[in-house]
């Protein structure tokens, strides 16, 4: 027996590993893959693939087909014709013999292009390969030029997001990078209304099968959802191939293809008028991305309160744009890079808080942004905190290359300097007031300079302090013991006060430096929490934030081989080898950066986020599992109440029917009339309960997958609660709907059958002498509809549980039904957009409580 599972567990461990394999066998001669990707089965892929292969064949190439699934359409195996077919291996699955694509057959023949239906397929056991992406690997590696075709619902990427929105789970998939790696990827298009209309003509399934797909996979929203991902995903690929060719030809400059607004944050209080109008910039050109940044000092001098950036990136994502953080010291070449580096088409500034002395010091921030933004449109927004000043940050920060140049500068030549003035005017200092200022004159040098030149300024104090100031004058000799304590004093001192101050300003640095730090990685985890795929999201924002060209996740593999786990960027490493900056990430995993050198800081954060990116990929896989596992579990229990249930409650109606018919068709006895009348009567009987069941049966399926659709117009209440007791017993129920009610919104056919199922139900559990009251009344802009019996009623914890698929009272095996009215009562009450719940019925029983919508010109 072949086993699935053992199977699998191999795939996934050597899957990325046969695409590095592969790509180390690759030469000059390496065939080129053509991908067409279609939303949904029927838009016409293999139609396009034939199409081209006929093409190619008319200008002289040599073509064979390698594999295609006509599945029975006219118009593709009409395209056959005139193409060379390569004989398939036949192969066994689940005893059911199959044909597959003979890889080896393909690399003898040596084709110029070989057509290959179904990148995604999963080849029978004992095939070359477990997957066809990997045959066709194979075959590109023999130098043959291969298209193909896929549907988007089959990327790997996209697994759980087409599940959460068809309900039907993809078991075959293909790596993004496989798709990525192609050549040429062809978006496959049509319309969900055309292609609707071509599966209702039998273009797509066969004619027992159209209806089914209508109503559940191929729906209206189903097939919109899914070709807005196919050509998200086909966007975001050209985007990648343009972002490669402008890095290849060293572009830098933007390319305009969509309008992209930068705006750049400082966190003061203009940030919000600044989002506001860059966002109006955004929406004025159709696609147009808004892009926040904030540009984070390496040294931490900053600002910005953290409550204040976190108001304005809930603003930006509120206007739907996105929030990028990046560290760097020169912030004009800070936001010039990310702009460029995103292809940004505007800039939008703040005009300067600055007062006028400063800006007329140094230009700042804007000028110098408009001065080199290139092609990129720049907007300077005025604002009501314009030129009013701003609080400059204390210089906390290590000291800079002209810093330490000052400070050296002052120890050489202010001391002599300083020695000079005093001298010139030794009748008026005392030898205590010269070294005081000396003291003064070392400590301000410390405060520029940092230790050193303080150290060397303290030193050269003491020695002029003695050569000009003590007895004898103008030797290095000291007459006075007092006059040698002094200047020792001074030195000490000096020193001592310089070490102070420097440690002072290295303990500030090093919070400072642990503030930002802090504020990096709180920025980084808040995008990864907001993501569905964390270490994608990690990935993107550590490439984003040191500006990196790309970055990647790789796991080391048994073979020895590096496989990506997931990467940002365009042109990802795919070995350590490959990549500037290599991190470890747990075991077997590192995290591989390229772009430029990584600075020690920088190291630093990126290690505490690597380090987190074990835990967050742990995370993930345990999330699918225990999804998975309860997706299981659930499908496990409807199996088994949908077996309990249907071992008695189809069994019994069938047999009374076989019993009737069979005393009916049989010569033993001779039935009187009557006889024959009550033997018809029964079958009428359980072909009714065999109807009911399987109606709800199937209206349960239609709710589960969302085909439910209520044609809502105004509805009578009460031409609807007639109808919907039709089947009821004379005297089970009294009626109580005036016909002075208002109208309701909402579906008459839904609306009766959720009716019908709550009253049958009450009927069934009320006792044969107490009537079933159904009455009706107002509740504001509602009508309320209630169903009320005197049978047992049920628990208040229970009763929530009347609603479930499957769910009967008590759960006993011979219960009457399958459980599936009250189920399919709420969801058809939902769908004509009212609410169905259960309370206690005064003196004993069950009340059922329907509150419907009153169309809005009955309102009384």
Not at 186 to 194: F, G, I, T, W
Not at 450 to 473: C, H
Not at 701 to 723: C, F, I, W
Request: with cysteine.
């Amino acid at each position: 027996m072949w086993s699935l599972g053992r199977q699998w567990s191999a795939f996934s461990g050597s899957m990325d590993a046969a695409i590095t394999e592969s790509e180390a066998m690759v030469d000059v001669h390496r065939g080129s893959l053509r991908v067409y990707l279609g939303a949904a089965p029927g838009v016409g892929k293999t139609y396009a693939m034939l199409s081209e292969g006929h093409r190619r064949h008319e200008r002289g190439n040599d073509i064979v087909i390698g594999f295609v699934e006509t599945h029975g359409r006219t118009p593709i195996e009409a395209l056959l014709d005139g193409l060379e077919v390569v004989t398939r291996r036949t192969g066994t699955a689940n005893g059911i013999e199959s044909g597959e694509m003979d890889v080896e057959a393909v690399i003898a023949r040596a084709p110029s292009v070989a057509l290959i239906d179904e990148l995604a397929h999963t080849n029978v056991p004992g095939s070359r390969n477990f997957k066809r992406w990997q045959d066709i690997e194979e075959i590109l590696a023999a130098g043959i030029d291969v298209v193909t075709t896929m549907n988007v619902q089959h990327l790997e990427s996209l697994n759980d997001v087409v599940e959460s929105i068809t309900g039907i789970p993809q078991q075959e998939t293909v790596p993004d990078a496989v798709v990525r790696r192609a050549d040429q990827i062809e978006l496959v298009d049509m319309s969900p209304e055309a292609l609707r209309r071509r599966l209702a003509h039998g273009n797509v399934y066969s004619a027992e099968k159209i209806d089914a797909a209508l109503t559940n996979y191929f729906r209206l929203g189903n097939l919109n959802a899914l070709r807005e991902l196919a050509l998200l995903w086909v966007a975001d690929r050209v985007d990648d191939a343009l972002e490669k060719y402008r890095i290849e030809h060293d572009i830098d400059s933007p390319w305009p293809a969509r309008e992209r607004v930068l705006v750049a944050l400082t966190g003061g209080p203009e940030g919000d008028a600044l989002i506001r109008r860059g966002a109006r910039i955004a929406q004025r050109a159709q696609g147009g991305q808004l892009l926040a940044l904030h540009v984070s000092r390496s040294d931490g001098m900053a600002d910005a309160l953290p409550t204040t950036l976190a108001h304005q990136r809930a603003l930006v994502e509120s206007l739907s744009g996105t929030w990028h953080t990046v560290v760097g010291d020169d912030i004009t070449s800070a936001i010039l890079t990310f702009a460029r580096g995103i292809n940004a088409s505007q800039i939008v500034l703040g005009a300067s808080r600055r007062s006028r002395l400063s800006a007329a010091i140094s230009p700042g921030v804007g000028r110098e942004v408009v001065r080199d933004c290139g092609d990129i449109d720049v907007h300077i927004v005025t604002h009501e905190h314009a030129g009013r000043g701003r609080r400059r940050p204390p210089a906390r920060g290590p000291p800079s290359r002209a810093r330490l140049t000052a400070g050296w500068a002052l120890a050489v030549a202010g001391p002599p300097l300083l020695g000079a003035v005093l001298y010139f005017h030794q009748g008026q200092q005392g030898l205590p007031n010269v070294l005081m200022l000396f003291l003064a004159l070392t400590v301000g040098i410390a405060l520029v300079g940092g230790l050193w030149p303080a150290i060397f300024a303290a030193s050269a104090s003491g020695l002029l302090a003695n050569y000009w100031f003590t007895d004898p004058l103008h030797t290095w000799a000291i007459n006075e013991p007092a006059n040698v304590l002094a200047i020792i004093v001074l030195v000490s001192v000096a020193a001592a006060v310089s070490a102070v101050v420097d440690l002072a300003a290295r303990r500030s640095r090093q919070a400072a430096h642990a503030r930002t730090e802090a504020d990096t990685l709180a920025t980084l985890a808040g995008s990864v929490l907001q993501s569905d795929n964390a270490a994608s999201a990690l990935l993107e924002q550590v490439r984003e934030m040191f500006n990196f060209s790309s970055a990647a996740l790789l796991e080391h593999l048994a073979s020895g081989s590096w496989a990506p786990h997931g990467h940002a960027g365009s042109n990802p490493p795919q070995s350590p080898e490959e990549a500037d900056t290599t991190i470890p990430v747990g075991t077997g995993m590192v995290l591989a950066l390229r772009g430029r050198p990584i600075s020690a800081q920088d190291l630093r954060i990126a290690t505490a986020m690597a380090s987190q990116t074990g835990a967050l990929i742990e995370r993930d896989r345990l999330r699918a599992e225990s999804r998975n596992n309860r997706q299981e579990r659930e499908r496990t229990a409807i199996r088994a109440s949908l077996l309990a249930a249907v071992s008695h409650d189809l069994r019994t109606p069938l047999a009374g029917v076989k019993a009737s018919v069979s005393s009916l068709r049989s010569d033993l006895y001779e039935l009187t009339p009557a006889d024959q009348a009550d033997l018809l009567a029964g079958i009428e009987e359980s072909a009714d309960q065999l109807k009911a069941l399987i109606d709800n049966l199937l209206d349960m399926s239609r709710l589960d997958a969302g085909a439910v659709v209520p044609r809502l117009a105004p509805v009578a209440l009460d031409e609807v609660v007639p109808r919907a007791l039709s089947a009821i017993p004379a005297g089970r129920v009294v009626i109580d709907v005036p016909e002075t009610l208002p109208l309701v919104n909402a579906d008459a056919g839904l609306l009766e059958r959720a009716v019908a199922n709550v009253v049958e139900n009450a009927v069934r559990h009320a006792p044969d002498a107490e009537p079933v009251l159904v009455a009706a009344g107002y509740a504001g802009t509602s009508l309320v509809l209630r169903v009320a019996d005197r049978g047992p009623g049920v628990p208040e914890n229970k009763r929530e549980d009347m609603f479930h698929a499957f769910q009967r009272l008590g759960d006993a095996p011979d219960g009457h039904g399958l459980g599936l009215g009250l189920a399919v009562a709420r969801g058809f009450t939902e769908a004509n957009g009212g609410t169905l719940d259960a309370e206690d019925t005064p003196g004993g029983g069950l009340t059922m409580v329907f509150n419907l919508k009153i169309v809005a010109e009955e309102w009384p």
